[in-house]
């Protein structure tokens, strides 16, 4: 069973930046998209950023410009660049692998917190 293992997260002030990585526990064949969402106390889950195979982007309005997505193919790793970090950004980030063969399947991180205080 392949596992995603997020680090990177902590706590942080306002203004400041964090590097989130999400690597797969084992090569993973036909990702279709990797991406990040994020999941605020007594709030729904929600998009942060998503990346394609070929390397286009897809990010939720309130992280445009502060946030960068990036993918290491060759490492099955995905990356979370967060700058300019706000108080309403803390939320538990979690990566997600989605994967298209003849059905789709979802892989999920176990999520890591990132708390900026102000």
């Known amino acids: 069973q392949v596992q995603l293992v997020e680090s990177g997260g902590g706590l942080v002030q306002a203004g400041g930046s964090l590097r989130l990585s999400c690597a797969a526990s084992e090569r993973i064949f036909s990702i279709n998209t990797m991406g990040w969402y994020r999941q605020a106390p007594g709030k729904q889950r929600e998009l942060v950023a998503t990346?394609?195979?070929?390397?286009?982007?897809n990010y939720a309005d309130s992280v445009k410009g502060r946030f960068a997505i990036s993918r290491d193919n060759a490492k099955n790793t995905v990356y979370l660049q967060m700058n300019s970090l706000k108080p309403e950004d803390t939320a538990v980030y979690s990566c997600n692998v989605r994967v298209a063969t003849t059905a789709i399947i979802n892989y999920w991180g176990k999520g890591t917190l990132v708390t900026v205080s102000s």
């Open positions: 990346i394609t195979s070929g390397g286009s982007t």
